[in-house]
Each structure stands twice: as structure tokens, then as C-alpha cells.
């Protein structure tokens, strides 16, 4: 069973900073893609930051600049520093995983995407 669970969020002033963290649990899979993304009440969910194999990272325009992800392959950990926080980026913060698992003798793999249940980060003006 993979499990992912996000720490790190918390309250903060306009201009200020935090660090999010994203632990995996579970084993016998490999993960291609993983990010943050966020919620803000009233809005869709959307894509913040994610990397994947390769090292090839993306950024929502919005937080370009600003905040960087950075990921531990061995460890099977994402983080997301934030910088620079504005009022607008208060959201709930998930952590997304698509996991790839081998089926058979031949190499089959499917995949599935996984989300940590949130954790909050509020920016105050």
C-alpha cells in the first residue's frame, strides 16, 4: 500500500518562507512523476511544481522565481521550498505521485497516481 504524507505547512506572513515536505511509504514500485500542487478554497486544484525522471521540472507561472522542488530518488521524498509567499498562494498543499508497478514475468508495468491528504499553508497580508 503506498502511502504518501505531507508536512511543513503552517501560517505565515506576506513575503515569508516555508518548506514542504513529502514522504513515501510502501515498496516494490517506482515513481516517474512527482509534485505539489494546491487548492484554494473555491478553486480547482492546480499543478505548483513537479519533476520527473530525468530531472526535468515544471512550475506553475505563478510561483516561478519563487519557489523550488527539489526531489530525493533514493529516499522517494519531494520538497518545496516556498519563498517570497504571497496571501494568494494560501491554499492546501498536496503531494501527487504516479507510481509505476511491475504485473508480470514479461515487464508489464501500470500505473496510478497517488495524493497525500494536504496540508494547509496560510499567508496573511
Not at 513529502?22 to 487548492?39: E, K, P
Not at 530525468?54 to 507561472?61: E, F, H, L, V
Request: glycine content about 12%; proline content about 2%.
Amino acid at each position: 500500500q503506498v502511502q504518501l504524507v505531507e508536512s511543513g505547512g503552517g501560517s505565515v506572513q506576506f513575503g515569508g518562507s516555508l518548506r514542504l515536505s513529502c514522504a513515501t511509504s510502501g515498496s516494490g514500485f517506482s515513481i516517474h512523476v512527482m509534485g505539489w500542487h494546491r487548492q484554494a478554497p473555491g478553486k480547482e486544484r492546480e499543478l505548483v511544481a513537479t519533476t520527473s525522471r530525468g530531472g526535468r521540472t515544471d512550475y506553475a507561472d505563478s510561483v516561478k522565481g519563487r519557489f523550488t522542488i527539489s526531489r530525493d530518488y533514493a529516499k522517494n521524498t519531494v520538497d518545496l521550498e516556498m519563498n517570497n509567499l504571497k496571501p494568494e498562494d494560501t491554499a492546501v498543499y498536496y503531494c501527487h505521485a504516479e507510481i509505476h508497478r511491475v504485473v508480470n514475468v514479461e515487464g508489464a508495468t501500470v500505473k496510478r497516481d497517488y495524493w497525500g491528504k494536504g496540508t494547509l499553508v496560510t499567508v496573511s497580508s
